[in-house]
């Protein structure tokens, strides 16, 4: 069974930083494409990044480029992804996504159960 | 950024019910589209992709098609199960883009 456990969450000022993790189990990890998808509260679904299957690509939203950074442990079968300089509009439930392609951001047939990220002063 | 628009933001119908879910993107995409169904307090979960290939174990009454800019999404018979917000994504080269939503409920 496939199961993707994010953590990291929680309130934090704006213009600070956390970092999320989401552990992955019951898929071949490394073979695989992960994203983050966002949802601020009672909003949509929101692209925020992916990372292909062995890190060597990156691929950001632009309204995260520079302040963002995924990154991959294929050894602890864990993505991450950094967050700085936060601001109010980056408050959000973020998910973690297993796409269905190796090398770069496709569909997703698996999620997370989400991680709240509330910025404020 | 290819941006994804879709319609109604909202309906309600009956059980029983044929219901239509579009989803227009601003440049041509092929067929890399998919949906997805939150129903509410829950995590997304794919239903279609490739524009109308279902996703396994999802019931045959969704069913989607399309290509290039405009694509749907139909269930042929609404049930009290799919009350949920429905959304269409693009895929493939560029920025990851979802539609903004459709928040389908039982009159």
């Known amino acids: 069974e496939v199961q993707l456990l994010e953590s990291g969450g929680g309130l934090v000022q704006p213009g600070g930083s956390l970092r999320l993790s989401c552990a992955a189990s019951g898929f071949t990890f490394s073979r695989f494409a992960m994203s983050w998808v966002r949802q601020a509260p009672g909003k949509g679904l929101e692209w925020v990044s992916a990372?292909?299957?062995?890190?060597?690509?990156?691929y950001y939203a632009n309204f995260v480029k520079g302040r963002f950074t995924i990154s991959r442990d294929n050894s602890k079968n864990t993505v991450y992804l950094q967050m700085n300089s936060l601001r109010a509009g980056d408050t959000a439930v973020y998910y973690c996504a297993k796409d269905t392609y190796s090398s770069s951001p496709f569909y997703f047939d698996y999620w997370g159960q989400g991680t709240l990220v509330t910025v404020s002063s | 950024d290819i941006q994804m628009t879709q319609s109604p933001s909202s309906l309600s119908a009956s059980v029983g019910d044929r219901v239509t879910i579009t989803c227009r993107a601003s440049?041509?995409?092929?067929?890399?589209l998919a949906w997805y169904q939150q129903k509410p307090g829950k995590v997304p979960k794919l239903l279609i992709y490739?524009?109308?290939t279902l996703q396994s174990g999802v019931p045959s009454r969704f069913s989607g098609s399309g290509s290039g800019t405009d694509f749907t999404l139909t269930i042929s018979s609404l049930q009290p199960e799919d009350v949920a917000t429905y959304y269409c994504q693009k895929y493939g080269s560029g920025p990851q883009t979802f539609g903004q939503g459709t928040k389908v409920e039982i009159k």
């Open positions: 490739g524009a109308s």
């Open positions: 990372i292909g299957y062995n890190g060597g690509s990156t």
């Open positions: 440049q041509g995409i092929t067929n890399y």
